[in-house]
T-cell receptor
Framework: AQSVTQPDIHITVSEGASLELRCNYS??????LFWYVQSPGQGLQLLLK??????LVQGIKGFEAEFKRSQSSFNLRKPSVHWSDAAEYFC????????????FGGGTRLMVKP | DGGITQSPKYLFRKEGQNVTLSCEQN?????MYWYRQDPGQGLRLIYY???????QKGDIAEGYSVSREKKESFPLTVTSAQKNPTAFYLC??????????????FGEGSRLTVL
């Protein structure tokens, strides 16, 4: 079945430490890939997206993501986390040849220790 | 400022009552969406509309209804038939020229609690 999975429900990192949030997808053809961030009680904001080309994508707020076809993954990274990065992060996909609906992963809640 | 406005932000209702959540956008987007968010389940699509006077069911449409009489507005009614309506509801829109690759723009959400 087609799906997008975020294996980690919660992650806690110390401020200044590096961060990697995992996202795996299961689709026949590589879908369009997105990462969104949601601050508590707010809507979602797009961090970055991948359609084709360079597999390392730069986004806003110092985030980047790397597409790895062999692993069907699109992991989000940040070299040094700030307290303001505490939020929920959603990986999302749009199938390339089957409509235009965005399907979201279950989300990863990031907590940042001082 | 262009954006999406959802109201009310918080809403309490008694069981068995219908409630309507408002969503207005001034981004001139053709496509609008309603999502429901529950802890640990991500976002699930309730209804979407790609053009005025037309809308389609999403994955969890039962117990909900929508209308799209104006491009700017896409209200969601949570009916008494919805068995578990307490949730956070998010409205979004997208430029229809980029339905596959375009960014979804979200409102700030409405939290509905049924007592």
């Amino acid at each position: 079945a087609q799906s997008v999975t975020q294996p980690d429900i919660h992650i806690t990192v110390s401020e200044g430490a590096s961060l990697e949030l995992r996202c795996n997808y299961s689709y026949g053809a590589t879908p369009y890939l997105f990462w969104y961030v949601q601050s508590p009680g707010q809507g979602l904001q797009l961090l970055l997206k991948y359609f084709s080309g360079d597999t390392l994508v730069q986004g806003i707020k110092g985030f980047e993501a790397e597409f790895k076809r062999s692993q069907s993954s699109f992991n989000l990274r940040k070299p040094s986390v700030h307290w303001s990065d505490a939020a929920e992060y959603f990986c999302a996909v749009v199938p390339r040849h089957a409509g235009n609906m965005l399907t979201f992963g279950g989300g990863t809640r990031l907590m940042v220790k001082p | 400022d262009g954006g999406i406005t959802q109201s009310p932000k918080y809403l309490f209702r008694k069981e068995g009552q219908n409630v309507t959540l408002s969503c207005e956008q001034n981004l001139n987007h053709d496509a609008m969406y309603w999502y429901r968010q529950d802890p640990g389940q991500g976002l699930r699509l309730i209804y979407y509309s790609q053009i005025v006077n037309d809308f389609q069911k999403g994955d969890i449409a039962e117990g909900y209804s929508v209308s799209r009489e104006k491009k700017e507005s896409f209200p969601l009614t949570v009916t008494s038939a919805q068995k578990n309506p307490t949730a956070f509801y998010l409205c979004a829109s997208k430029d229809s020229g980029n339905l596959n690759t375009g960014e979804l723009f979200f409102g700030e959400g409405s939290r509905l609690t049924v007592l």
